[in-house]
């Protein structure tokens, strides 16, 4: 007999053998043979079928914005990249440049 | 089978191999029918859901987490679809005589107390609510930690106590009962 307190969290051991024997369902075998077979017949959803190359193909995309990054920043030197910047502020060609610029020249 | 080689089974099944997952419902099947019976009550309609679970499990391996355990998910998939089904279809009112064919023992006289006991406890499950029954069933016979009962089913870990306490406590009844008469 077990703890019959609501906060026992064991198992009762001999009522839960009675439940299992109560329940238990016949023709195992038959009930497996019986849905092996239908497996061949439903095919798996698309969309999980997509969902398993989705991840593939994001992991794939961001390996090849990591390798592309490395690349230039193996390739370009310092002087390349601060002109680089720079050239872009002083053109006023990213948006918010000459808050930016104002904020530096400001010293805040 | 440990949890190791279910979720090798799992990852096998995954790239669309049905023999592994073959496996994994030869594994699971007396679980998921004796689940989905809890909450049907009927034999033929708990194994048409336990089906139907399996097969969904199937097209959505894929969704299957391997850092966690296989059965709660597929679990979690067996209860839903015998709830749909209970949703769906008016639930027999003849009774199965399957499980009497499955209660055969050596001894007679025990064989019919067994019988005996198996249908007082069915008969008693059935005077439960769904929940009740579920908690029971999954936390006493299927061995289910109260915690993950609760991510399943959807309700507080507080209330997988209680329900099991009640369930219990009139389940427990019968059990008493039955095993008076067999001392007496």
Known sequence: ?108 | MTGVDEIALAGRAANGDADAFGALVDRHAPMARRVAYTILEDQQDADDAAQEGFLSAWQAINRYDPRRAFRPWLMQIVVNAARDLRRRRRVRTTESLDFISAASKDDPAREAGALDLGERLKAALATLPERQRLAVVMFDAEGYPQAEIAAMLGIPEGTVKSDVFHGRRALRKVLGSVKEEWDE
Do not use: C, K, Y
């Open chain 1, 1 to 108: 007999m077990s703890d019959m307190s609501p906060f026992n969290a064991s198992p009762d051991v001999e009522l839960g053998s009675a439940l299992r024997e109560a329940l238990e369902a016949p023709h195992h075998e038959a009930f497996v043979g019986r849905v092996r077979a239908r497996l061949g017949q439903r095919g798996r959803a698309w969309e999980d079928e997509l969902a398993g190359w989705f991840w593939q193909g994001l992991v794939a995309a961001s390996l090849a914005t990591v390798l592309a990054g490395w690349g230039w920043t193996q390739t370009a030197t310092p002087q390349q990249a601060e002109a680089s910047v720079a050239s872009e502020l002083l053109n006023g060609e990213r948006p918010g440049s000459e808050i930016l610029l104002v904020a530096m020249t400001e010293g805040q």
